[in-house]
């Protein structure tokens, strides 16, 4: 019989409605039973793409006797962390500073004060590798609740004061300056891996946010070395197994330092995030491998991850079916030498050396994850794209990975952003068509009369769960970019509304501090605050970025003197753990170089000469430039105002710092002027 989470949209949440655990979801009712019954809560936390979390749900939570167990003992709350990334975050600092780690599933036990008292991660059906088994930890905590309730909810009291403790140091509330992005790049410098590219060792992790500051950096001072290791990091990675060699897009990171074998998931923020990497490295060297990366990417997201209502459905699952009813990783994507052979015949050993498969095997079971090793000699470029196309139909008769198709609002600006940028340079003008669909989508349906937005959605219904600062700063930073694309002045308009509620509900007047949630949203038992950017941008360095773009499209005074102050964080960050704030290192560049802002004036925006220098104006380099284009005079976007046209000829203007360059008619001229 379901449980409580069958009327949940979250598809995580659905994998466990028939488990016979009596799950609930995250409510108040939760708390409230637990303290009616005198039992302590059990949170469990994951998401529907994660391989550990369908192992713990299949050795413990479908097994009846540990739900029986549970079940008498627990009030048990599923949370699904894409959709509630607040009570993830604040049940994950406890978890880090408890253990000095942290993952998923994510495991936490907590008084009906919702106090966490006892923490882990995936805990085994049997005790293995030093590991107590769940059932253990279950006996150990309920005998401690029984027996030592008042040592237990004073524990729970001390953890929740700690935390409340953790400050984080917001540096002066001053953004950096050229020391402080100079000392983020020595920084950098020295944890990058020369070798394999990348940074620190393994698991290794798309650093799509610290190669976005380094071409930033490299287009405002010249950085040979910044360029070097954007570049070749980025080549690393597609030519690894990370990056799908067959049908495009990355999986979430590779467990070794040579980007070979990856956990196999494929997230829509890592792909998006990586599509914008790849097209604005294609921009700053014209590399054809980055081009083709971009636009690979660019088509997966649209190909795979795309929603019958036009948003971006979260992931792709790591396992899948292998054929014989078992779930495995990587079933979907790895090859043996045999089963090239099978589609291939006389074809299979070129693909075999072309794509690194080897007997022995690069993954488990003789079985290899395609690559593109550096290798001498040349290869027939017609007959491998015939190979890879027959492997790729070929691939496409196995079970697919299971989608998760939840849309969450913020890695649809994401999304938003890199498909109107990548459409744009390329001319693919179906990829802007999907970016603007997309945003049709979030307007439509995840903002309400307020401008509010809804942190998720399903099958065209927006899920009950507020939005979150990320929510709000990478939805605003998709519309900017697709303002500056189509000309659209709506865009900006909705971007204005999103970034009104960052100043009002989001920032701590006094520090200019950002919090992660709305100063009206659920009081949990304590309010997030993570300025560190992880697998995605965090809101508050994706806060500081929109915040900046729109100052400069508007000239908004409020919004420039909110994302200088957000920045201060960066100064006291960015020396010392650049890794973990490249978004804001890259907002901090933008700043540092005006950002430049360019209008650029045509009869229409189908006239040649106007497309051209709107198109040279995108391709600028200059960090973070922004780009407004439309007819003179024209009210759609506020920096075409007074921009007349030259002579009778399309114009552009550009503007840093309350200074403005002659306009010129010439291409060229622009191209040189934006070139960082």
């Known amino acids: 019989m379901p449980n409580r989470l069958a009327h949940e949209t979250s598809p995580y949440l659905l994998q466990h409605a028939d488990n016979p655990v009596d799950w609930w979801p995250w409510s108040d009712q939760a708390f409230e039973e637990a303290r009616r019954s005198g039992k302590p809560v059990l949170l469990s936390v994951g998401y529907s793409s994660c391989h550990w979390c369908h192992v713990m749900a299949h050795e413990s939570f479908e097994d009846e006797a540990t739900a029986a167990y549970l079940n008498e003992h627990f009030v048990n709350v599923k949370v699904d962390r894409e959709e509630r990334p607040d009570v993830d975050a604040v049940y994950m600092e406890a978890v880090q500073a408890a253990t000095g780690q942290g993952g998923w599933?994510?495991?936490?036990?907590?008084?009906?004060?919702?106090?966490?008292?006892?923490?882990?991660?995936?805990?085994?059906?049997?005790?293995?590798?030093?590991?107590?088994?769940?059932?253990?930890?279950?006996?150990?905590?309920?005998?401690?609740?029984?027996?030592?309730?008042?040592?237990?909810?004073?524990?729970?009291?001390?953890?929740?004061?700690?935390?409340?403790?953790?400050?984080?140091?917001?540096?002066?509330?001053?953004?950096?300056?050229?020391?402080?992005?100079?000392?983020?790049?020595?920084?950098?410098?020295?944890?990058?891996?020369?070798?394999?590219?990348?940074?620190?060792?393994?698991?290794?992790?798309?650093?799509s946010m610290v190669v976005e500051f380094l071409l930033r950096h490299h287009a405002r001072t010249g950085s040979e070395g910044a360029l070097q290791m954007a570049a070749d990091t980025c080549e690393r990675m597609a030519r690894g197994g990370i990056y799908d060699q067959l049908g495009g897009g990355f999986s979430r990171y590779s467990v070794d330092r040579e980007w070979t074998v990856p956990h196999f998931e494929k997230m829509l923020y890592d792909n998006a995030l990586l599509c914008r990497v790849y097209a604005h490295l294609w921009r700053s060297t014209g590399s054809d491998l980055a081009r083709r990366v971009a636009l690979e990417t660019a088509d997966f997201m649209v190909g795979e991850l795309r929603t019958a209502e036009g948003g971006f459905a979260s992931a792709l699952d790591a396992d899948s079916d292998d054929g014989t009813g078992k779930h495995v990783e990587g079933a979907y994507y790895v090859w043996t030498p045999q089963q090239l052979r099978e589609v291939l015949g006389e074809d299979a050993e070129l693909a075999a050396r072309y794509f690194g498969v080897t007997e022995e095997g690069t993954f488990e079971e003789g079985a290899s994850v395609l690559q593109l090793p550096q290798q001498d000699g040349?290869?027939?470029?017609?007959?491998?794209?015939?190979?890879?196309?027959?492997?790729?139909?070929?691939?496409?008769?196995?079970?697919?990975?299971?989608?998760?198709?939840?849309?969450?609002?913020?890695?649809?600006g994401l999304a938003i952003a890199a498909l109107a940028e990548t459409g744009a340079y390329f001319d693919r003008p179906d990829l802007v068509e999907a970016a603007v669909c997309a945003a049709d989508l979030l307007v439509r349906l995840h903002l309400d009369e307020h401008a509010q937005l809804a942190r998720t959605s399903k099958d065209g219904q927006a899920g009950a769960n507020a939005g979150v600062l990320e929510d709000y700063a990478d939805v605003a930073e998709g519309f900017l970019a697709l303002a500056s694309v189509t000309g659209e002045g709506v865009w900006l308009e909705f971007a204005g509304f999103l970034l009104d509620h960052v100043l009002t509900r989001f920032v701590d007047e006094e520090s200019g501090a950002l919090f992660d949630t709305a100063v009206d949203a659920e009081r949990l038992i304590r309010r997030p605050q993570d300025p560190t950017d992880n697998a995605a941008p965090s809101g508050w360095s994706a806060a500081a970025n929109a915040l900046l773009s729109y100052a400069a499209q508007t000239g908004s005074e409020p919004h420039r003197s909110a994302a200088e102050r957000a920045l201060g964080v960066v100064k006291a960050l960015g020396p010392r753990v650049p890794r973990f704030i490249g978004w804001g290192l890259a907002a901090a560049e933008a700043r540092l170089d005006g950002p430049r802002e360019i209008a650029v004036v045509g009869p229409s925006l189908d006239d040649p000469a106007t497309r051209t220098l709107h198109r040279t104006a995108l391709l600028g380099t200059a960090p973070g430039a922004v780009v407004a284009v439309g007819a003179p005079e024209s009210d759609e976007l506020p920096l075409l105002a007074g921009r007349p046209l030259v002579g009778g000829e399309p114009a552009a203007y550009v503007c840093r710092n309350f200074t403005c360059d002659a306009p010129t008619t010439d291409p060229e001229r622009l191209r040189e002027a934006l070139s960082g």
Do not use: C
């Open 105 to 207: 599933p994510m495991t936490v036990f907590l008084t009906p004060d919702a106090e966490p008292f006892y923490f882990g991660t995936y805990f085994p059906p049997a005790p293995r590798h030093g590991m107590p088994s769940f059932r253990q930890v279950l006996e150990g905590v309920q005998q401690a609740w029984t027996g030592r309730r008042d040592e237990v909810t004073e524990v729970a009291g001390k953890i929740v004061r700690d935390l409340a403790g953790r400050e984080i140091s917001y540096g002066d509330s001053l953004a950096p300056g050229e020391e402080e992005l100079a000392g983020a790049l020595l920084g950098l410098t020295r944890e990058y891996d020369p070798v394999r590219g990348g940074f620190g060792g393994a698991p290794k992790f798309p650093p």
């Open 378 to 412: 040349v290869f027939d470029a017609e007959k491998v794209a015939g190979v890879r196309a027959r492997l790729l139909a070929a691939r496409a008769g196995r079970p697919a990975p299971e989608r998760d198709d939840k849309v969450v609002a913020a890695w649809n």
